[in-house]
């Protein structure tokens, strides 16, 4: 099983969740952003339908697969800044 973990940065002005070297929109507060990553994780373990994507890698190739609509990642939330509720 693949398992992602979605990082919580500093990013833009702001507060981001980080998967890989991909942000999210940028949020304005840390626990905002914390809040997106719980989210999404929560979503990418959800199982779905089995049906094809389409994806670009990172050389700009594109490629087509079938997902599986039950294999899904293990995820987690990762927090770069545990001590984000103190600085109020």
Known sequence: MTHIRYEIVEHDGGWAYKLGDVFSETHPTHEAALNAARDAAARQSMPGE??????????????????????RPETEVSDTDPNWAARG
């Open 50 to 71: 089995t049906r094809p994507i389409l994806y670009q890698d990172a050389q700009g190739a594109w490629h087509e697969e079938t997902a599986q609509g039950f294999d």
